[in-house]
C-alpha cells in the first residue's frame, strides 16, 4: 500500500509541507517491500538512539545516528535527490542559488513558487 499523507505535497511531488517546513518524501521508485522494511529499520533505529541517550552511551548513539543517517538515505530522504524514481545530483547556478537551511538541513520556508 503507498504511503498516503493528508499534508500538502510540493507541484513537483518531492516534499511534503508540515508545519510550514519541507520534509523530503521517501523516493517512490522503491518497492513497497523494500520502503516497509526499511521504514521498520529507520524505527528501530530511532529507538536505537532514544535507548542510547538514556544510558548516555556516547558510542551506541553515534552508531544508532549513523543507522538512521543510512537508512533515511537508502529511503532516498537524504542524499541525493530522487527524481521520478531516479537519484539526480542536485546543481546550482547562478539562476538557482543554494536555497537557505537551518542548521538540521531544512528548508526555512518553502520557496515562494510553492503555493499553499
Do not use: I
Request: aromatic residues 4%.
Amino acid at each position: 500500500m503507498p504511503h498516503r499523507s493528508e499534508h500538502p505535497r510540493t507541484p513537483d511531488g518531492r516534499y511534503v509541507v508540515v508545519r510550514g517546513r519541507l520534509w523530503r518524501m521517501s523516493n517512490p521508485g522503491l518497492s513497497e517491500q523494500a520502503r516497509v522494511h526499511l521504514v521498520k529499520a529507520l524505527m528501530d533505529a530511532r529507538r536505537a538512539v532514544k535507548a542510547a541517550r538514556k544510558l548516555q552511551d556516547a558510542a551506541a548513539e553515534s552508531a544508532a545516528r549513523a543507522a538512521v543517517d543510512a537508512t533515511k538515505r537508502a529511503l532516498g530522504e537524504r542524499g541525493p535527490v530522487w527524481c521520478g524514481g531516479m537519484m539526480v545530483r542536485p546543481t546550482t547556478t547562478a539562476a538557482s542559488p543554494p536555497t537557505p537551511r537551518t542548521r538540521n538541513g531544512l528548508l526555512k520556508q518553502a520557496p515562494p513558487s510553492f503555493n499553499f
